[in-house]
């Protein structure tokens, strides 16, 4: 299983990215995928989760912001990051678990700076 993350970049407030994470090793469609991030001096927290069905579920501060989405055929999940904050500044993280073992991408730095 590999999850390799990609997009993340400098952008400035009020700006746009989409971060990808490109999945091998195992089937994307039977399972769910999460987005986490890590900003510097604070502990991993949770932004996005799609399920195998597509429901999703948000983190309240990226809510309304923020779109994961999935394309099973590409084995690709997407985060599409909005009005981006200084607060958005951190690692991202793709994540999933199979059979009871968690894994996560490498991540890639996302900077929101003037």
């Known amino acids: 299983v590999q999850l390799v993350e990609s997009g993340g970049g400098l952008v400035q407030p009020g700006g746009s990215l989409r971060l990808s994470c490109a999945a091998s090793?195992?089937?994307?469609?039977?399972?769910?995928m999460s987005w986490y991030r890590q900003a510097p001096g604070k502990e991993r927290e949770f932004v996005a989760r799609?399920?195998?069905?597509?429901?999703?579920n948000y983190a309240d501060s990226v809510k309304g912001r923020f779109t994961i989405s999935r394309d099973n055929a590409k084995n690709t999940v997407y985060l599409q990051m909005n009005i981006l904050q200084s607060e958005d500044t951190a690692v991202y993280f793709c994540?999933?678990?199979?059979?009871?073992?968690?894994?996560w991408g490498q991540g890639t730095q996302v900077t929101v700076a003037s």
């Open positions: 994540y999933t678990e199979l059979g009871g073992n968690h894994y």
């Open positions: 090793g195992f089937t994307l469609s039977r399972y769910a």
């Open positions: 799609i399920s195998s069905a597509r429901g999703t």
